[in-house]
């Protein structure tokens, strides 16, 4: 990576969530340090339509909660694109993700397909564990996609 260059992280909507996570409060001071490292513009931040979707389906006042809080930070809204629905399906095709879960199959392929270095979320049933990354590794080598990080914001702020 060159030197010069901002990593560029894409946030599902658990990073959004933890914000106001008051029942976790170390994953909440977690996701507020790596608020304010995006605040002051240290990563390119991504985000896809699924992300805005899942707040726009909270509740008031939450919804507007979240909105305020995505607005205190730049970021891109990424596109769908043809690359970002095939790579979908394929990782539900061999097994990385069940249809069910398909928004969180959706962003590792809008955070793959746009380049981006790194996936971070609290999900760690479908996103944040060994066989999800060593799954999406395969299917991304597979399609000639780089390999991408999926982490926690603890572990992406530690440096692991």
């Not at 793959?112 to 990354?133: G, Q, Y």
């Not at 603890?154 to 440096?159: C, I, M, N, S, T």
């Amino acid at each position: 990576m060159e030197a010069d260059r901002k990593l560029k992280i894409y946030l599902d909507s658990s990073v959004v969530n933890h914000l106001f996570a008051d029942d976790t409060p170390d994953r909440k001071q977690d996701t507020l340090r790596l608020w304010d490292e995006c605040r002051v513009g240290k990563y390119e931040v991504f985000a896809s339509p699924v992300v805005i979707y899942e707040i726009e389906k909270c509740h008031e006042p939450k919804r507007s909660q979240l909105l305020e809080k995505m607005n205190l930070i730049e970021f891109v809204t990424l596109q769908e694109t043809d690359d970002i629905n095939e790579l979908a399906a394929e990782y539900i095709q061999k097994g990385v993700f069940k249809e069910k879960d398909f928004n969180d199959c959706l962003h590792v392929a809008y955070a793959v397909a746009s380049d981006c270095d790194v996936v971070i979320s609290w999900n760690f049933k479908h996103l944040v564990n060994e066989k999800t990354r060593n799954k999406v590794k395969v299917v991304n080598a597979s399609n000639r996609y780089k390999e991408i990080a999926i982490v926690s914001p603890d572990d992406f702020l530690a440096g692991v």
